[in-house]
Each structure stands twice: as structure tokens, then as C-alpha cells.
């Protein structure tokens, strides 16, 4: 054990002496709360240049959302199940009548509607549930990585916490989503430019920039949720992912991949289910078309299937953005104090470290 202060190692990840299978960090003068499985004999602490190995740092973010799942149960009946609720009933009962007639012989716009008078039901659903689940996102991201440094907040603490962080957290959330689409527009506007030969070219070299930024920069949309003040823009995303593009690629799409998955199963569940309820898909001959036709005649299969996507659409939202978050922390990026702080008092830190 070292006793002499001027001994002590510097910060750095440390094996737990209290739970040898754990390491705990060393702020460089005593414990901290924050603990992670020592999963890897190559310790990287944040900020030093390394990144995890991919088995390890997926462990962490299925680790830290499987040991507060109690938790995260209570913020998706909170949030995900009223958004279900109230977008399947804006739905059901703003389209119920609406009625787009194909005429195949007028001139210009062969499209008419009909019982449009209620589609603002629908939008006001729309919104509502937009908005609860967002909340949801910034709750239980903030709750799932406050189990970084542990004991992790309870879900009334992640609610009113991410209720505090709600309108910073969906601005940034904007402000990257209008670059992405900005990106998009350059690129379709580029292609049509260049003519069919120069606009492929054009299309695939812009695609590949858009495909290796997002690789590096999709912590522009979580770190809102879960980084400190003045940590939480593209620039502190920049410069804690500088020198590590191709490890964030492959991390980052790696996400891609299990969202996908994730709402590609939910799919194979309720489409069945709708089914069983009626819903019919778009005839190419129909020439007079009734919305409500495609989500069924039964209210209750309706509702039973919006509820099952909303849940597995929560699932895989916080998939990402806890994964997105883990990067951003281990990379050096600076998490909430609220987060990591709220543990202090409640554990004892010992008074020395033991020696590697």
C-alpha cells in the first residue's frame, strides 16, 4: 500500500482494492466513485490517447443499461408509454377520414384529399410524442451513465435532471440535425449540377466525407445529454476525437448496425399483430385511397403495436447515445458534474492506493 503522498501514482485507472475485479479511478490524491470492470489488461484512462477494445467498451454500455434497468423500466412507463398513447389516438382519430382520390387524367397534380379537417390531431400527437420521447432519451441516457460512477442517481433524480437539461439538449440536437440535412442538400444539389457522369462521381465522393464525418462527429448528438457545460458542441467533439477517426467509425457504425437490428426485430413483431388487426398495405390500382385502412379496424391491436414500437424505438435510442457517451468519456470528454459527483459522501474513499 502506498501511504507517502509524494508516492502516489498519478490519475489512472487502478484495481479496486474492495473489489479486486473492478478498477477505480485515482484522481491522483484519493478514490473516486468512479468504478468500470477491469475487462482489459490494457488500461486506457480518458484523455490519453487509446480507446477500449470494442468487447470491452460494448460490455460497459450493456452493463451499465442491464444494472439500472429497474430504473429505465420506470422512465419508459413515465415518458414512452402516454407517447404511445397519445400519438396512436391523434392518429387514429385525425385520419380516420381522410381520403386521397388519384385522378390519372388531370393535368398537372393528380392528387386530391378529402376529411383533411382532423389532421391536426394527428400532428398535435406527433409533436407530443416527439417530444416524451426525447425526454426519455436525455433521462435514461443520463441515469444509464451516471452508473459510470457508481451508485447511480434513481429515476427521479434522472428525471428532474433531465427535465434541467431538456432545452439545451434538444437545441445542440437541432443544430446538428440541420447540418447533417445541410450536408444532404449540398450533396443532391452537387450531383444534379454536375450532369449523370460528374454527378455519380460528385454524389459518391461527397457521400464518403458525409459517411467519415458522421463517423467521427455522431457525439455531436448525444454528448448534450450527458456532457458537462461548454462540453456538449462540435468543438469539444472535435477536438476529444482528433486522432481517432477510424476507431469512431467503426464504433460508431457498429450503433448503426444494432439500431437497426433492434427496429428491424421490433418490425417482425408487431407486423404480424397489426395484421391480426386489419391493417392493409398501399394497392399500386387504388385510385381512392382510405389512411385509415392502414392502421387496421381494431384500436386495441393499434395501440398495442404503436406501444411495442415505441418501446423497442427507446431501446435502441439509448443503445446509441449510451455507447456514443462511453466514447465521448473515454476519449477525455468532460461528463455532467451532476453525473459524476452525486455518489460523494455516499461511499467512503480509502485514504491510499494500492500498488500495481
Known amino acids: 500500500m502506498i501511504e507517502n503522498p509524494s508516492q502516489n501514482p498519478p490519475p489512472g485507472w487502478y484495481p479496486d482494492p474492495q473489489s479486486p475485479q473492478m478498477l477505480r479511478w485515482w484522481n491522483g490524491g484519493e478514490w473516486t466513485n468512479d468504478v468500470r470492470p477491469a475487462t482489459s489488461t490494457d488500461v486506457a484512462t480518458p484523455g490519453d490517447g487509446r480507446m477500449r477494445p470494442v468487447s470491452d467498451w460494448m460490455t460497459e454500455t450493456f452493463r451499465l443499461m442491464i444494472n439500472n434497468a429497474g430504473s429505465l423500466f420506470t422512465l419508459a412507463v413515465i415518458f414512452l408509454v402516454p407517447a404511445a398513447l397519445v400519438s396512436a389516438l391523434g392518429l387514429w382519430f385525425g385520419i380516420k377520414d381522410l381520403l386521397v382520390i388519384i385522378d390519372n387524367e388531370a393535368v398537372g397534380n393528380p392528387f386530391t384529399f378529402e376529411g383533411a379537417e382532423s389532421l391536426g390531431i394527428a400532428g398535435l400527437g406527433l409533436v407530443a410524442n416527439l417530444v416524451l420521447t426525447f425526454l426519455f432519451s436525455v433521462c435514461a441516457a443520463r441515469l444509464a451513465m451516471s452508473g459510470r460512477f457508481e451508485p447511480a442517481i434513481g429515476w427521479a433524480d434522472a428525471l428532474m435532471s433531465g427535465i434541467r437539461r431538456f432545452l439545451p439538449a434538444i437545441g445542440w440536437t437541432l443544430f446538428a440535425s440541420l447540418i447533417v440535412m445541410g450536408i444532404f442538400v449540398v450533396i443532391i444539389t452537387v450531383s444534379v449540377m454536375l450532369g449523370p457522369i460528374g454527378g455519380l462521381f460528385g454524389f459518391l465522393a461527397l457521400l464518403v466525407l458525409f459517411v467519415v464525418g458522421f463517423g467521427r462527429y455522431a457525439m455531436v448528438f448525444t454528448t448534450p445529454y450527458v456532457a458537462g457545460a461548454g462540453h456538449r458542441n462540435p468543438l469539444s467533439a472535435h477536438r476529444v476525437t482528433a486522432g481517432h477517426t477510424g476507431g469512431l467509425m467503426g464504433r460508431t457504425f457498429l450503433l448503426v448496425l444494432i439500431t437497426l437490428t433492434v427496429s428491424l426485430a ?72 451532476e453525473l459524476r459527483n452525486h455518489g460523494k459522501g455516499k461511499t467512503p474513499a480509502p485514504a491510499s492506493v494500492a500498488s500495481m
Open 266 to 337: 421490433g418490425s417482425f413483431i408487431t407486423g404480424p399483430v397489426a395484421a391480426l388487426g386489419g391493417a392493409e398495405p398501399i394497392s399500386t390500382d387504388d385510385t381512392v385511397i382510405r389512411v385509415a385502412d392502414f392502421l387496421g379496424g381494431n384500436l386495441g391491436l393499434f395501440l398495442l403495436t404503436t406501444l411495442v414500437n415505441s418501446i423497442i424505438g427507446g431501446v435502441a435510442s439509448l443503445v446509441w447515445h449510451v455507447g456514443q457517451a462511453n466514447l465521448f468519456e473515454d476519449l477525455g470528454g468532460v461528463i455532467d458534474p
